[in-house]
């Protein structure tokens, strides 16, 4: 099978046009999508006057294969869907990381999450850790470019009092500091409460997602005097397992918070084992769905949708009910389950709509494309690890070789083409040929030992850079 026919096929399996892998409802989606979704060839026009806004969207656990555009075949999301139709839709796009907060650090800061101190927790559990307001971020280079910054809903880079949105270039916070919360009384991991606006507490009772997105739509309502970015972080699908109208449920969870006597009864509350159902998941991401739905309702309302770059993605791999056929793996793991995510971008002004894109790209990637769209300049000091997808999209241009690097505690991976080296929790090293074997079933190691230790010599190569685990 050539390198382009393997491209197609894991493209197929991914998404708008795999009728083989998803039934009813998401099969319908799919099959609508896919006559009109083709290979995505940038438009080439010339450059834009007007320097776009920035609307990044990420979901929380959200599966690669959770929209009904990626495969699902019970979860309807016709917000997202319409999304991908209005933009492109990437198949092999994957998260900084196997779990939230490492994956943050990648997307704020633009390098690898081994990098910095708080990057190395996996993820972060207390207030001795985050990201350090020394460092800069999206949000500070942009603003030094003249940017308006806001980040609301999940920030998970630390707790005050040293760590916050807006020690690190955010003008405006909404949101909660920690990983997990219960939707109705904000009741996060620490067992207290964690819901703000900027460094102050807030009091909202309402469900969570339905508050985030109240504020989001006020937000890119606004009559705004300069180009703005927009961080809007949903907790949808985290667990707990709640979906609007379930208070009763929530208020169980918040007692069991608040009789706890350990860090641990705090974790077991809001992790929800007792909970949770295929029906209620697909509830959460719906409700997801509908949330999107309307932030770009109030965008366009606004007259800003033609100048403004739409990014959507998931922070990880998906966990416990998530779809993620024909992926191996979930959250917390380097396999393809636990860090392929679905990824939309739409900028109506410069990218043309019904697209696909097969090119290999990762977290760290999209922050090196919006500095260049927003003609903001990294920091020499703190060096980009990712590569700016700009040339690609608006360009043109053919993407650089280059492989994707990730670390965990447990794992290592690296892939470059359509090759991935995989180092399982035991140590065993696997290889990988994605192209052909998207489920990394068919371990290639024994076959291609030469290729196996070039890649493996790139993945150590590269960790030998990175701050070391604390033991």
Not at 182 to 201: C, P, T, V
Request: aromatic share 10%.
């Amino acid at each position: 099978m050539s390198d382009i026919s393997r491209r197609a096929f894991g493209g197929l399996v991914g998404g708008g046009a795999v009728t083989a892998v998803a039934g009813s409802a998401g099969a319908a989606s799919a099959a609508e999508a896919a006559p009109t979704e083709r290979p995505f060839r940038a438009r080439t026009s010339p450059a834009a006057k007007k320097r776009p806004n920035l609307l990044v969207i990420l979901g929380d656990d959200l599966g690669w294969a959770d929209l009904s555009s990626y495969g699902a075949p019970h979860i309807r999301t016709p917000n997202l869907d319409r999304l991908a139709r209005q933009g492109v839709r990437f198949t092999d796009a994957y998260s900084g990381s196997a779990t939230c907060s490492p994956t943050r650090f990648s997307l704020y800061t633009g390098r690898y999450p081994g990098r910095t101190k708080g990057g190395l927790a996996e993820p972060i559990a207390n207030r001795t850790q985050g990201l350090d307001p020394n460092h800069p971020t999206l949000a500070s280079l942009l603003k030094k470019a003249g940017y308006s910054t806001a980040l609301i809903g999940k920030w998970h880079c630390g707790w005050l009092p040293d760590y916050s949105p807006t020690k690190s270039g955010w003008d405006e916070f909404f949101g909660n500091h920690g990983g997990v919360l219960e939707y109705f009384s904000k009741l996060g991991q620490l067992g207290d409460h964690d819901l703000y606006e900027g460094d102050a507490e807030y009091q909202d009772l309402r469900y969570y997602t339905n508050v985030l997105t109240e504020r989001a739509v006020e937000y890119v309502s606004r009559d705004h005097e300069a180009p703005w970015l927009l961080n809007l972080n949903f907790t949808t699908p985290h667990w707990p397992w709640l979906a609007e109208g379930d208070e009763e449920t929530g208020a169980v969870i918040a007692a069991r918070i608040r009789a706890a006597k350990s860090q641990a009864e705090v974790s077991n509350a809001l992790n929800h084992f007792d909970g949770g159902s295929v029906a209620k998941y697909t509830e959460m991401v719906q409700s997801l769905d509908a949330a999107v739905g309307e932030v770009l309702a109030a965008l366009r309302r606004s007259g800003q949708e033609e100048h403004t770059l739409v990014y959507f993605a998931s922070d990880n791999g998906g966990e416990r009910w998530s779809y993620l056929w024909p992926l191996s793996g979930e959250k917390f793991v380097l396999q393809e389950g636990g860090i392929r995510v679905p990824t939309i971008v739409r900028w109506p002004h410069r990218i043309d709509a019904h697209q696909v894109s097969h090119e290999p790209n990762f977290s760290p990637d999209w922050t090196a494309t919006f500095l260049e769209v927003a003609g903001a300049r990294p920091d020499p000091a703190y060096p980009l690890d990712g590569t700016s997808l700009a040339g690609y999209l608006l360009r043109g241009e053919a993407l650089p070789e280059r492989d994707l690097f990730w670390r965990v505690r447990a794992n290592r991976a690296l892939r470059r083409g359509n090759w991935k080296y995989y180092q399982d929790s035991t140590g065993k090293d696997h290889l990988y040929d994605l192209g052909a074997d998207l489920r990394e079933q068919a371990d290639l190691a024994p076959d291609k030992p030469e290729l196996l230790a070039e890649l493996k010599a790139s993945w150590e190569k590269t960790a030998a850079g990175l701050l070391p685990y604390p033991q």
